[in-house]
């Protein structure tokens, strides 16, 4: 842990009690930070008693959600880590999306992030660093029009990114983003289909959990590292591809 973040401290994980949120949930407790996870259907309970940790349940849809995550803050370590990890993920097409999955996809993947990056930086103790981290999606450096509005919901979480990075740079508050191209079994993707398309970039080697918490670990590690974005897609961007790699 940095200077810039001396212990005790407490780092918030949205959708912390599943996939790769739980994966960085047990990284930063295993690195001396208390966590609160945020979840929302997903049991947190063992979780939290295995890292000693805190939870606090909230529907990312509810405009009240980052208000309910701070509130849940009051007894714990002054808070200077956020990890908005939790992420609305469901297949729609320019010709097909409707209204309610847009809206859902807005809500959960920019609304919710950016209204708790502004609460959250309201908390944090006046003159102490802290730092926002957005999980974004390599997609948006070769957008392709597969999940549409899950796509367009991403793009609009990287503008909050860079946009809440300007504001909060004088306040002491970093933000950035990581971008990984497909690391688990997604939405209608089957098994059989990921390990398939898992290594489809330049490189020819797949994306793994491990490597997402490495590079958080990195960004917490740089106090000059701020409104920028670290893209995990061993290089797909060069491959042009024109659809979601699950799709070829």
């Not at 489809?200 to 000059?224: D, M, S």
């Amino acid at each position: 842990m940095t200077p810039e973040f001396a212990a005790p401290r407490t780092a918030i994980v949205t959708g912390g009690a599943r996939r790769i949120g739980c994966a960085i949930a047990r990284a930063l407790a295993a690195d001396g930070w208390h966590v609160l996870i945020h979840h929302h259907s997903s049991d947190a309970a063992g979780l939290a008693r295995e890292l000693g940790a805190s939870t606090v349940r909230a529907d990312l849809v509810d405009p009240d959600a980052a208000d309910t995550i701070i509130a849940a803050l009051d007894g714990l370590p002054p808070p200077a880590l956020l990890v908005n990890s939790a992420a609305g993920f469901a297949l729609d097409q320019f010709d097909d999306f409707a209204a309610e999955q847009w809206d859902r996809h807005m809500a959960v993947n920019a609304r919710a992030p950016a209204m708790l990056t502004r609460a959250f930086a309201r908390a944090v103790p006046e003159g102490q660093g802290a730092l926002v981290v957005n999980l974004l999606d390599a997609k948006l450096v070769q957008p392709n029009p597969d999940f549409f509005s899950y796509t367009v919901s991403k793009m609009a979480l990287a503008g909050v990114m860079e946009l809440s990075a300007r504001v909060l740079a004088g306040r002491g508050i970093r933000v950035c983003g990581i971008a990984p191209s497909v690391t688990l079994v997604s939405g209608p993707q089957t098994r059989e289909n990921f390990d398939a398309v898992h290594r489809l970039n330049a490189l020819e080697r797949g994306v793994t959990v491990e490597q997402i918490v490495e590079t958080l670990r990195y960004v917490i590690a740089t106090p000059t590292l701020t409104g920028q974005t670290i893209v995990l897609d061993g290089g797909q961007r060069f491959l042009g591809l024109a659809r979601d790699v699950q799709f070829l």
